[in-house]
Structures are given as C-alpha cells and as structure tokens.
C-alpha cells in the first residue's frame, strides 16, 4: 500500500539504536493509514474496530478497548494486555516497544513519547534518533492528560494523577502526582 519498509532502520530503532526515521516512512504511512480508517469508524462497527486494531497493533489482549481518536507512529510497536481501555485522544510516539499489562486505564488525552532527540543541536541537525521503550505494569490506572516519557516503567497497581508528567519509572502500589510526576502515597496492598 505504501512501500517497502527498511527492516534494518526498524530493528535498529527497536533496540534503542540511533537511527534516521526517513526510510521508515512507509510503516508510519500504514499506521495512519489503519488510524485514518479507525476514527471514522461509526461506534457501533466493533467489528471493523477489532479488525483494524488487530492490523494496527503488535498484541491486542481480550477485551481490550481504544476510543476514538487515537493516533501513533508504528502501532506494531504496541502491545494491549487483556482488559486494557484507552481513552478518547490517546497519542503513541512507539518508536520503541509500549507495552500495557492487564486492565490499565488510559484516561482521555494520554500521551506516551519514546523517541529521543539528541541534546546537541549539531547532532539534532542531522535527524538521528533513538527510542527506549515503556512499559505499563497490571491494572495500573493513568488520569486524563497524563504523559508518559521514554523509557518510563509503571508497576503494578500504581496510579498516576490527571495532567502528570512522568520523567522516571514509579514503583508499584503507589499514587503519584505531578510535573515530574513525584510518589505521594504508598497503596496498601
């Protein structure tokens, strides 16, 4: 539909390598392609949803669930535990793997980066980057807005608040907050 991609660039953008996404053009148009098809969808069409996401995403788990709009760069890059919702709104930059345990909840308007532009406007200039990936533990709940960095991981149970920004990987059974997203409370669990 768009072209060959260059499966070298992809393995090296994967594994965290610097890389230059120019040659990666063909995958990015496919995935905005499915995406562009997905938020037309009409609401009650589950079974073009389930069809598309299965074309869009590397895994989708059981009863996983994403609402219109959604957009990312790749989408095989993305892997959707069981039970996992994303809300309206939700942007994916999955350069690198993003990876949703079980049942999290995406609150509207999420946002996860992986991709990595050198700090050296030099080295910027010439379109080279890398990626780290994310990885979401089990039924971790993320408010509106939030914003997820590269190489961010989240544990198990922890929620992190509307509008937070998360910088570093938190911990399980934990309520963080925040720009940078900062553990205020511990969870019993």
């Not at 009650?44 to 709009?69: H, I, S, Y």
């Not at 994303?86 to 350069?95: F, G, H, K, T, W």
């Not at 190489?151 to 509008?163: H, Q």
Request: charged content about 20%.
């Amino acid at each position: 539909m768009c072209g060959a991609m260059d499966e070298e660039t992809f393995s090296k953008m994967v594994s965290g390598e610097w890389y230059n996404p120019a040659s990666l053009e063909p995958e990015r148009l496919r995935a905005q392609t499915i995406c562009a098809d997905f938020n037309a969808l009409r609401p009650t069409d589950d079974k073009r949803r389930w069809k598309l996401m299965n074309d869009l995403f590397g895994t989708v788990g059981e009863g996983a669930w994403v609402m219109q709009p959604f957009h990312c760069d790749y989408g095989r890059n993305i892997q959707l535990g069981p039970k996992c919702f994303l809300n309206y709104d939700c942007v994916m930059l999955d350069c690198a793997p993003i990876l949703f345990g079980e049942h999290v909840l995406a609150g509207p308007g999420c946002h996860f980066y992986t991709a990595i532009h050198p700090t050296d406007p030099d080295a910027r200039a010439t379109d080279m980057e890398r990626a780290e990936p994310i990885i979401i533990g089990n039924n971790v709940w993320l408010g509106g807005h939030v914003t997820v960095l590269p190489g961010v991981r989240i544990g198990d149970n922890t929620i992190v608040g509307a509008g937070s920004v998360v910088t570093k990987s938190l911990p399980a059974n934990v309520i963080a907050v925040g720009n940078p997203a900062r553990v205020i409370k511990k969870l019993d669990k």
